[in-house]
Structure formats: structure tokens, C-alpha cells
């Protein structure tokens, strides 16, 4: 999957050469604009999940900054 | 907006949802059209092969309001209800011990919108009845001219404070401070990735006051970096979301994380979202496993006379081990204003797991249930 991804980037970067990706023009963008196209799609419902995993595993982090902690046990 | 195919209420809502309306871009600048109300309930079980571990049930309400064109306020107020057995050490039935625990946590944040920019200060306030956690965040995002790049800026402090019923310690604290960087680019009219950075640099009380022997650094600096990708296929209609995190931090943990969901929507206003989550990470340096002292044995490593004083901790978060999710959530538009949803996750984790390296052995499994329903609605 990381290759796919690598590779994608490399595609998305490689139209122009190495000035970086197409400039996606405004109109072009009516399915980014879908709520599961977004990063931050369904924040409670997400922010509850990712409450899940660092109580019951040894990492944390990657998606923000400043929550409560918590003594989990 | 551009909407290509027609799709009833799925598409309405999806339009409702998208919080730049007109002219999207790759992270949310405008305060949202509609507020928001979100209420959702959590509710957790894990096992171990003859144990019912840990219960935990979560209420939740979240609120965001844009106010006077260009502020907007998001507030979520949560209880968590814990119950349960947690083991004393590494995964011993014969060890576990009854607990229940209640926390109270609310946060709330204000954004200031500009064009192209935001700027936004939150604050989270938790409390347990021997843990208190406070928080303070400042966060900032930029786009380019063409709405195609953001770059978003974070700096977290957090304050906890720890006061166990057992008196193991009194009044200790836990200081940590967040940073984070971020890059969000859309790629094509159907892709958008996303690169983080956070690193975190926390002092403070780390051991665990009900597990026997343990004793952590009072330090931990810790870095991941995630990298998403959501891919539009305009066949289906459906989205692909895919995600990595590497992480690392001072205790020698080192983990991967590889998550995928495919967001299928269907006729009706129904939506389908199956869902994997793999994870595999190494021991801390200081986590001994369950082989124990053969003239004291257990819970005590071997060796411990010989340095009664050193680091380490049997807690089995901090073991070797891989972990997998499979889920499935199910979405249903009811009209332009409400939405509601289920999703169901089943959680594994175990010592064989782990990839790159040998898993600890001798731990029992641990298994988890993971529900969650909710209700979405705008105004």
C-alpha cells in the first residue's frame, strides 16, 4: 500500500515535471467536496475511535495537538 | 457546486456536510454554513481467554455553531463509565483486580476565519477521580491562492495531574507539549493526501501506581508521522481512504500503523463503510515479559534483587505485538438536516503478530469489542 501511495504521489507530482501536481482548477472539485473526501469527515466519531487505540496500545499522535489525557488503565 | 451525478438525499447531505460549500478547498477555511449538533454513544469490551477485562460506555455531544460570519465554536462534552477486572501484571487472571472509574471530559475551541487562513484556541479539561488533565492548544492553517495546498500549524500543552487512591504517590504531575506540522494537497479533481509531523515532549509521572514493580522514565519524546490519501472512484461512487503512521518515541517504541476504509453509498441515502486497521510495534526498553524470578517468582523479572531499583514495567501496552481491527460502519441519511450511524468494530491483538521483529510471548490475547451510534444534524 505505501508503494501504491509513493507511486501515486509520484504520478500526482510527475505531470509537470518537478514543479509539483496540476493545479486543480476550482470547478473540478465537486467531489472533494464529498464529507468522506475530507480528512477531518465525522470529527466526533473519530476523535471517540482514536480515543480507543492509545489506551490500549504504546503510541500515540499523527493527527493533532492539545487533547486531555488520561490516566487509562 | 459541481455535482456530477445525481444522488438524492446521500448528495444533499453530503453538500450540507461539506463545510466550504461552494469552492472546496484542501482543509476547511470558511466557518460551517449550518451548525451542527452530533450526539453519539461508545461503548467498549475486551476479553482475554477467561476474562472479561475492561467496560467502558461513552455518551457524547458535540456542538459547532458558526457565529458572526467569520467565527465559529465547536464544544463536546463526554462521560466515560469504566468497569471491569485489569490485570496486575502482564495478563494473570489470577492477578486482576475489580475497578470502576468514572471521567467527565469537555473541550472546547474558537476559529477565527479568514479567506485563506484560520487561526483557532482550545481548551480540554478531564477529570477521573485520581487523574485530572488540562490542555491548551493554538492551531493555524494557510492555503495557497488556488485553494490546492494548506499547511497547518499546532502547539498543545498539557498539564496532568495524579493523585492514585492507593497513595503510591501524592499530588505527581505530567507535563507535555504537542507540536504539529502539517501539509494537505489536492492532487487531482479525485485525490487529496495529507502528511503530519507531531512531536511531543512530556515530563512528568509515567508508571502505572496499580502495577506491581512499575516503574517508567519520568521523560517521553515522541514523533509520528502520518501520511493519508482519499481517492474519489467516480464508477461506484465510492471513496477509498487510506492511511500510514510511523512512530517513534524515547522509550524505544516503534510502531506502524496501516488503516483503509472503503465509503460506499448507496440508493436510499444508505451508506456502507468496511474498514481494516493493522498495527504492529516493538517493547519499550524497560517492559520485561512474563518470565519471572525462579527464587521469587512471580511478578518479579529475573534478576530483580540484583537491581531493585532499575526501570521497567510489566503493563503489556508496552510489550512487542501486532494488532488488527475489522469494522463496518453503516450510515443513513434520513433528510437534508439528520444523519444517523452504527459501526461495529472487532479488535485483536497478540504477541505472533507483530511484523519486523519477534512478538513478546507467553501473553494472553487481548480481544475488544467496539460499538459506536450516532445521530448528526444540522440546523
Redesign the interface.
Known sequence: ??AR?LL??AI?SGGTGCSG?????????????????????????S???EQ??PS????????????????C? | ????RPRIAPALL??A?????V??QA??QAPPERAQL?V?W?H?Q?SQPGLKRIRVD?P?I?LRVPVAGRWSFEG?T?YDSVSGA?PRWHSSISGASR?NDE?T?G?VRVTRHWDRATLSV?G???S?H??V???????ASVSTA???RTWSF?????D?R?DPVNRVVIDER?R?T???FGV???????????L?V?H?RGEGYYS?P??SLDKRPRERV???????????F?GPGA?M??G??A?T?S?D?R?N??T?EW?QPLAGGWTLTPSLRY?T?SA?NFFYGPTYDPTLGEPFPVGYLTDMGALRSPDA??SAFG?ATVGMRVAKAIDRSNLV?F?V?Y?E?RGEWRLGGPGTGGLAP?R?T?M?V?LTHLF
Open positions: 500500500m505505501t501511495l501515486l504521489l500526482g501536481p496540476v493545479a486543480v482548477q476550482a470547478w473540478e472539485k465537486g467531489e472533494l467536496a464529498r464529507p468522506e473526501m475530507r480528512f477531518d469527515a465525522g470529527s466526533l466519531e476523535r471517540m475511535s480507543v487505540y490500549k496500545e504504546g503510541s500515540s499522535g499523527g493527527t493533532g495537538v492539545g487533547g486531555g489525557g488520561c490516566g488503565n | 457546486m459541481d455535482t456530477p453530503a453538500a456536510l461539506a463545510l466550504p460549500g469552492c472546496p482543509a476547511a452530533d453519539r461508545l467498549y475486551d461513552t457524547s458535540g463536546v463526554s485489569s475497578m471521567r471530559a473541550d482550545g480540554a479539561y478531564s477521573e485520581d487523574y488533565s488540562r490542555a491548551l492548544s493554538l492551531r488556488d485553494n490546492n499546532g502547539l498543545g500543552r498539557a496532568d495524579i505530567r507535555t504537542d507540536l504539529l494537505t494537497q489536492v492532487l487531482t479533481p479525485v485525490d487529496i493526501v495529507q503530519n507531531t511531543a502505572d496499580y502495577k515522541q514523533t509520528a508521522v502520518l501520511l493519508r490519501w482519499n481517492h474519489h467516480q471513496t481512504r487510506l500510514w503512521r512512530y518515541d522509550w517504541v510502531s500503523t496501516l483503509g465509503v498495527y510495534q519499550a501496552r508496552l494488532a450511524d459501526k468494530e479488535y491483538q487481548l475488544a467496539i459506536q450516532g
